[in-house]
Every structure is written in C-alpha cells, then in structure tokens.
C-alpha cells in the first residue's frame, strides 16, 4: 500500500518538475530524477494542469513533501532555509509544548511517587498480617530459660 502511494508520489513529483523553468530543473541532481523516474507507477497517470495553481492541484501529501524536500535542498536560497529551519524549529518546539501539556512529566512524577507510596503502605499491611510460624514446645521452653538468665 505505501509503496504504491509513493510510487504514484513520484510519479506526480516527476510530472510537476518537468514543467519547472531549465534553470530549476538544473538544480536538482540527474540521480534524484533518475530515481523518481525508476520508482515510479507507470500505470499512474497525472496531469499537471498549468491554468490551476500549485494548491488548486490534486497532489498527493507525500508528493508536496518530495517537492518540498527537492526545494529545500536544492531550490531554495540561504535566507529561505534559514526561514524554512525557524519555521521547522517553532512547529518543534509548539509540538512538545502540546506534549508537555499533555503528558505532563511533573504530575507523571507525582503521580508515581504517590503509587509507590501506596505499594509500601500495602506491603507493610500484608506483611504485618501474615502469621508467625508455630515454634515447636521444645524451642520454646528453651526460649524462656534463655530469657530468665538475661
């Protein structure tokens, strides 16, 4: 299944970068293409449609993101990576921001201190309630002379 939704991916991804400028398509290596063009779905037909705009298009997500890859690596200028980097380290950090608040590592912590806090008070209610072994009548006889002499 993943392997047929990027092979059509690709297949999208080589249609939309041969109607890039000469210019453009120089950018990116002939083994990038080459790949593309081997892992393709042949049986996939798509059409770019040059009077629609790249999001009027009905491309496939992990196509805009090959094409995204392709601008980024070779495409794009010092100021856009750099931008592009901000952008991709302030998604980052709202991410683990939702994690945080979602998974909060503080009441986790409390939480288990709390659990464990529990175990130990159960532990010690069941050790206090289990019964002492009987000692034969011999041991203690023993036992209480040996008390009378300390």
Do not use: H, W
Request: positive net charge.
């Amino acid at each position: 299944m993943a392997e047929t939704i990027f092979a059509n991916a690709y297949t999208e991804t080589i249609e939309i970068i041969n109607q890039l400028s000469q210019e453009d398509y120089a950018k990116i290596p002939i083994s990038y293409i080459e790949y593309l063009e081997k892992n393709k779905n042949a049986n996939y037909s798509f059409k770019y449609d040059t009077s629609k705009t790249f999001n009027e298009q009905n491309i496939l997500k992990e196509t805009k993101s090959i094409l995204f890859y392709l601008f980024e690596k070779f495409g794009a200028t010092d100021i856009q990576k750099e931008k592009i980097q901000n952008f991709k380290n302030d998604y980052y950090k709202k991410i683990e921001q939702e994690k945080r608040l979602k998974y909060n590592p503080d009441d986790i912590l409390k939480r288990n201190e709390n659990n464990q806090i529990n175990e130990i008070k159960t532990e010690s209610t069941v050790v206090s309630l289990v019964p002492k072994e009987k000692e034969s009548l011999l041991k203690r006889i023993l036992n209480k002379i040996k008390g009378i002499f300390k």
